[in-house]
């Protein structure tokens, strides 16, 4: 069964105290991971694909990293407005167009 | 609103009644779907359609249904079946040609 699970479900960081977040999945056929940003009752908004392992992205403060079995999410010294949840999903082959999403991390800098 | 409309923003029914909630999209993209989110839960996908007159149920779609009779509209109806109806409904479009999907606002349903 395809599944994704995110870890830690919530983290607090001193502003520009740098971390990670992490996606671990397993699904058959990946054909890409995403990771979304989320605001308290708003939908989520987009921040990258990633398709092979060994693909990073970078988007100010935020990188994405992708192995065979999990993506890191790295926020290099953190602003309060980066605090958001952070939401991972997978696209399966087979299963076109069809996502598969985390629990997220709920991520709170503090100034 | 990123070419994805959801409304209303609030909505609030009564036990017993079916309520449909609204989402559109004007960049002619293929692929629509609906989630459901619960707080400290991940979104779980109700239905989904990849082209104009059909859809397929998602992993939790008793007590709802949905229809595709045009392309840039994919209303939800959740009826009185769902015994828990009280959540955050997010739709999203996704272009064939790409994987990414892209969500509208939101819609927050409260069952009062």
């Known amino acids: 069964e395809d599944q994704v699970t995110q870890s830690p479900e919530a983290l607090r960081l001193q502003e520009g105290e740098s971390s990670s977040l992490n996606c671990s999945y397993t699904v058959s056929g990946l054909r890409g991971l995403f990771w979304y940003r989320q605001d308290p009752g708003k939908g989520p908004e987009f921040l990258f694909t990633?398709?092979?392992a060994g693909e990073e992205k970078e988007k100010e403060r935020l990188k994405a990293t992708l192995t065979k079995k999990e993506s890191f999410l790295h926020i290099t010294a953190p602003k309060p407005e980066d605090s958001a949840t952070y939401l991972c999903?997978?696209?399966?082959?087979?299963?076109?167009?069809?996502?598969?999403f985390g629990s997220g991390t709920k991520l709170n800098v503090k100034p | 609103d990123g070419g994805i409309t959801q409304s209303p923003k609030y909505l609030f029914r009564k036990e017993g009644q079916n309520v449909t909630l609204s989402c559109e999209q004007n960049?002619?993209?293929?692929?629509m779907y609906w989630y459901r989110q619960d707080p400290g839960q991940g979104l779980r996908l109700i239905y989904y359609s990849q082209i104009v007159n059909d859809f397929q149920k998602g992993d939790i779609a008793e007590g709802y249904s949905v229809s595709r009779e045009k392309k840039e509209s994919f209303p939800l109806t959740v009826t009185s079946a769902q015994k828990n109806p009280t959540a955050f409904y997010l739709c999203?479009?996704?272009?064939?040609?790409?994987?990414?999907?892209?969500f509208g606002q939101g819609t927050r349903l409260t069952v009062v």
């Open positions: 999903a997978v696209q399966a082959g087979g299963n076109f167009n069809k996502f598969y």
């Open positions: 990633l398709y092979s």
């Open positions: 960049l002619n993209h293929d692929a």
């Open positions: 999203a479009r996704s272009p064939r040609e790409a994987l990414r999907a892209f």
